[in-house]
């Protein structure tokens, strides 16, 4: 069976701050911007990884999800309490410094863990986690 990562969901409150970010500080690509019932989400992804994507929702998009449920995951996401992802990186300290020249929160400065990779975090304008890893070369 061959399984693989196509989509990964990331909810933001204002997809133009968002854009600004992982489009124009990240260098993601916009590979859809899609708007549908005062909705609306954008798909972006690494030009190293053309299978791959990520999509910026609002919070709350499930069209099931009640009134109340979409209050929850706002409020969830304005504490910064959502789930981001993982990028890796091949110069944790100079994407560092890109990231945080841009203004983002920084969560944790670079640093060499115990498992074996260097990684930095920050804060997304909505708030959710992001690490970069480097892995250790061969």
């Given at each position: ?8 969901f ?9 854009l ?8 993601l ?17 690494s030009p ?28 969830l ?26 203004g ?18 920050f804060?997304?304008p909505a708030?959710?986690?992001l690490?970069f ?6």
């Amino acid at each position: 069976m061959d399984v693989k990562l196509k989509q990964c969901f990331i909810a933001v409150d204002d997809h133009d701050k968002a854009l600004a970010f992982y489009r124009d500080v990240l260098g993601l690509e916009v590979r859809n911007d899609v708007g549908f019932e005062n909705m609306r989400w954008v798909t972006l992804g690494s030009p190293l990884q053309p299978d791959v994507e990520i999509v910026l929702e609002p919070p709350g998009a499930n069209p099931d999800a009640s009134p109340a449920d979409r209050q929850a995951m706002a409020e969830l996401l304005a504490k910064g309490m959502l789930r981001g992802v993982i990028f890796t990186t091949e110069d944790c300290d100079a994407l560092f410094e890109r990231v945080r020249g841009s203004g983002a929160d920084v969560l944790q400065e670079p640093t060499d863990q115990p498992y074996g990779v260097r990684d930095c975090a920050f804060r997304d304008p909505a708030g959710n986690q992001l690490r970069f890893l480097q892995r250790p070369t061969q």
